[in-house]
């Protein structure tokens, strides 16, 4: 299995239906703070959850949002 590494690669077929992604929206329109909070809340959903839901792809999603957040606070803070 390939692994994905941004946030386009681990979204479901019927996102590209809508042209933009979700994540994009949210990136776009909230605060920085509440952009942050959002990815913050999506890693700690899928880390309680994993076991129970999809495995090992809520892992690998979780770190697309992890690497995500890094680079997001990475660029917040100047580098």
Known sequence: ??????MND???DH?????IQPYQIMKANFSPAEY???L????????LRFRRKDGVLD???MRVELDELI????E???G
């Not at 996102?15 to 042209?19: H, V």
């Not at 913050?40 to 880390?47: A, N, P």
């Not at 680079?71 to 990475?74: I, K, N, V």
Request: proline share 3%; aromatic share 8%; net charge positive.
């Open 40 to 47: 913050q809340g999506c890693i700690l959903k899928r880390l």
């Open 1 to 6: 299995m390939q692994i994905k590494h941004n």
């Open 10 to 12: 681990t979204s479901p």
């Open 71 to 74: 680079r997001f606070e990475t």
């Open 59 to 61: 892992l690998r999603k």
């Open 36 to 38: 942050s909070g959002f």
């Open 15 to 19: 996102y590209a239906l809508l042209g």
């Open 76 to 78: 917040c803070d100047g």
